[in-house]
Nanobody
Framework: QVQLVEFGGGLVQAGGSLRLSCAAS????????MGWYRQAPGKQRELVAG???????NYADSVKGRFTISRDNAKNTVYLQMDSLKPEDTAVYYC?????????????WGQGTQVTVSS
């Protein structure tokens, strides 16, 4: 079983920055693709950024150039650096760990952390 715990959410003014962290335990962290998702009230959960086990990254168009995802396999942690925050970035942010094999898909979620950006 994989446990994911997010840290770093909070209230910030527009234009400010926050850094989210997600600590993983209970697995070989380095083999998982890690992602950050967010869900705003009344909206579907959406992918914000992902990073594969080899370090390849992808971003939602809405955050490209403002957010940076990274991982430290020695610390079993994935980060999301969020700069130039906008009110529309307000959401609950979730950490995800995923691994696809020929036998099964392993998919784990953290409990979420609230990010609120005031205008």
């Amino acid at each position: 079983q994989v446990q994911l715990v997010e840290f770093g959410g909070g209230l910030v003014q527009a234009g400010g920055s926050l850094r989210l962290s997600c600590a993983a335990s209970g697995t070989i962290f380095s083999i998982y693709t890690m992602g950050w998702y967010r869900q705003a009230p009344g909206k579907q959960r959406e992918l914000v950024a992902g990073i594969t086990s080899t370090g390849r990254t992808n971003y939602a168009d809405s955050v490209k150039g403002r957010f940076t995802i990274s991982r430290d396999n020695a610390k079993n942690t994935v980060y999301l650096q969020m700069d130039s925050l906008k009110p529309e970035d307000t959401a609950v942010y979730y950490c995800n760990a995923r691994r696809d094999t020929s036998f099964a898909t392993y998919d784990y979620w953290g409990q979420g952390t609230q990010v609120t950006v005031s205008s």
